[in-house]
């Protein structure tokens, strides 16, 4: 073939999966059209649902596949205080903005107990309780998922019910929430592309009692201001693996923090930790707290001015214990108080240090 051939076919190619991935694309099993008061659910030729209800639409549209089937929700609207419930192997596609508001304790949108459910798009407004809620899943995979709130949580794995196993995330972008982005509990096998919060009241991506997890980048601006929350905190015994120990399977790619409150945290007996590199500025709390943690690794980056690089210690949980930090800080300083078991720093920059 020639060059010119090849191109042509390697754009025709990139044409048809760019086609593909689109919300809504191809023939969805069932659709959810309409504006306004009124809306339709169509399951191939059948109607399921029409009238004035945008949530009951939406259920009737999941309702009426099965599994391994595809909903697309091409309509915008809102569903008020309520719940839209995927049950196992459904694909859901939210291609209009779908609108909700707080119904206390649930989510907008929740998946409990379930295996192989899809979101590979979802664009979302509004200020839920939780916008997405999980629990008791198996091979969740989140896609495109956009969510520009005026309160309330983004995503939420819940800490008192079932465990996960093999979740993935694409891309999640979260404006507005007033508390976390993205919060995890019981995860085992956690694949995350990027997690983009703006403007966010507590978390950007906060890990707890998740192990096994790979995470690109986590960037975070205006998230956590005045509070002691961080881009990305480790909490709760995050990666530390049943067997007690804290060998390394939390890999962390890139942390990305702006202003906001703290940068980097790692909290509670978590650690099993690699965080490949951080370009954390001007944090209006610690830019990275290290706080009985133990197995942490950051291997690179830079701190850029504010709160200081810290590792500390509470007295209800076993001192800090091999916590490696390889990075360059200005404008600002560094304190490693009480002294930690087996800490080795590197430090470049300006940085005032009080280290052991
Ligand atoms: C969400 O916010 C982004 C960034 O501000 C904006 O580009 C996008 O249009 C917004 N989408 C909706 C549905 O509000
Ligand atoms: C820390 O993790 C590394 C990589 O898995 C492992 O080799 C090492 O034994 C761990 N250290 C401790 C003290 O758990
Ligand atoms: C401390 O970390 C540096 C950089 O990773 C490494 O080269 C060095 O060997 C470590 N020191 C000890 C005592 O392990």
Redesign the pocket.
């Known amino acids: 073939m020639t060059q010119f051939t090849i191109s042509l076919l390697a754009a025709a190619l990139a044409l048809t999966s760019a086609v593909q991935a689109q919300c809504g694309s191809g023939s969805p099993h069932a659709t959810v059209t309409g504006s306004g008061s009124s809306f339709k659910a169509t399951r191939g030729s059948s109607q399921v649902y029409s009238g004035s209800d945008y949530r009951a639409a939406i259920q009737a549209a999941l309702d009426s596949v099965s599994s391994g089937q595809r909903v697309a929700v091409m309509a915008s609207g809102s569903i008020g205080a309520n719940t839209i419930t995927i049950s196992s192997g459904k694909i859901f596609e939210g291609c209009g903005t779908i609108n909700v508001a707080n119904r206390a304790g649930r989510g907008a949108i929740e998946s409990t107990d379930t295996s192989d459910v899809q979101i590979p798009y979802l664009t979302m407004t509004g200020s839920p309780y939780f916008g997405l809620r999980f629990s008791g899943t198996r091979n969740l995979n989140l896609g495109q998922i956009t969510m520009n709130l005026s309160g309330g949580l983004g995503i939420r794995f819940d800490r008192d019910r079932a465990a996960n196993s093999n979740v993935k995330m694409d891309v999640i972008r979260v404006t507005g929430a007033g508390s976390h982005a993205v919060e995890t509990w019981n995860i085992d096998g956690l694949t995350v592309n990027q997690v983009i919060a703006r403007n966010v009241g507590e978390c950007g991506l906060l890990l707890q009692k998740t192990t096994n997890a790979r995470v690109g980048l986590v960037d975070g601006d205006n998230v956590a201001a005045g509070t002691g929350y961080a881009t990305l905190r480790m909490a709760n015994n995050n990666g530390q693996l049943a067997s007690g120990s804290y060998s390394t399977n939390v890999y962390i790619d890139k942390v990305v923090s702006r202003g906001g409150g703290r940068g980097v945290f790692c909290v509670s007996q978590s650690g099993g930790a690699v965080i490949n590199s951080v370009d954390l500025a001007n944090n209006g709390n610690n830019a990275i707290l290290i706080e009985n943690c133990y197995n942490l690794?950051i291997?690179g980056g830079t701190v850029q001015g504010g709160g200081e690089v810290r590792l500390a210690a509470r007295s209800e949980f076993p001192n800090n214990k091999d916590i490696?930090v390889?990075l360059t800080v200005n404008g600002n300083t560094v304190r490693e108080s009480p002294c930690g078991d087996n800490t080795?720093?590197?430090i470049s920059g300006n940085a005032k240090k009080t280290i052991c």
């Open positions: 690794s291997k490696w390889t080795n720093w590197t």
